[in-house]
């Protein structure tokens, strides 16, 4: 009887009752994983939609409560009423043309010099200050904003664009950590030959390095875009003359008739509809780039 019951209690559990157990695990597992990120979705995603919805309502319906989430009627001429109410024309030129553009292009470039010279050129003391730069990352905007000021009221700089773009001309310790690490996964061999074949270290970072570092330089760039687009303290502190501003400060002004609603009719859906249109290149440049950002993340980082 001992031997019947101990062969009855070390007899393998059939496979087609492991495999059910196995697929009610994993259905489980991501049920929970489901319900976890589709609230975290829709609280990420619902400051938006507020944005669009009330982009499409009128001043009683935005104070209204209950809120309402599905406006009606629509009111889509909100986008176009609001845009002229300031010179926001003016203001899209002065930020994609004088400010984001020239900052994203000299960043990039300057950064991408200085990594290579930390990662593909050995020198002495290279990793000692390639340190000291990624630590003044670490020293807050705050601290260097009133010495920059002075400086550039030395130089005469203050209600132009310099003190905004000229910076980036001398490279971003963020940016050129990043693509330090990106270039650090690359194989030497692919500069040594290059070497061997009489190429200078410019031919061979423009010419072999960047075709292979794509999605590093998307990331990159969205990341400068993305800063310089919604710098609001750089532009204030730096610019007085009002046909200058930036969007981001052309919707601080919005904001502030926005807010006086005895005088200014139908204000926060205005204030919403323009907030609308200056966010819509952000989003659609990440989805049309987000495979290239996200293999740019992955990639970025990789070797220390």
Known sequence: MTTI??????????RHYRDTGNRWQTILLEVIKYAVLVPLTLSFAFPLYWMISSALKVDSQVYTMPPILLPFPIHPENFINGWQILPFTQYAVNSVVFYTVPAVAFTVLSSTIVAYGFSRIRWPGRDTIFWL??????????VTMVPLFITFKWLGWLDT?????????????????????????LPEELSDAARIDGASEFGILFRIILPLTKPALAVVALFRFLWA???????LIYLR??????????????SRRANDVGNFSNGIPYLMAVSTLVALPIIVTFFFAQRTFIEGISLTGMKG
């Open 133 to 142: 730069v990624v630590m003044t990352m670490m020293l807050p905007w705050a």
């Open 161 to 185: 664009y310099r003190p905004l773009v000229v910076p980036a001309l001398f490279s971003h310790p963020y940016i050129v950590f990043l693509l330090r690490q990106f270039f650090m996964t």
């Open 229 to 235: 687009w919604n710098d609001y303290l750089g532009p």
């Open 5 to 14: 019951a101990s062969e009855s209690t070390t007899r393998p559990v059939p």
């Open 241 to 254: 003359d009002e046909n200058r501003y930036p969007l981001a400060l052309g919707i601080e002004q919005l």
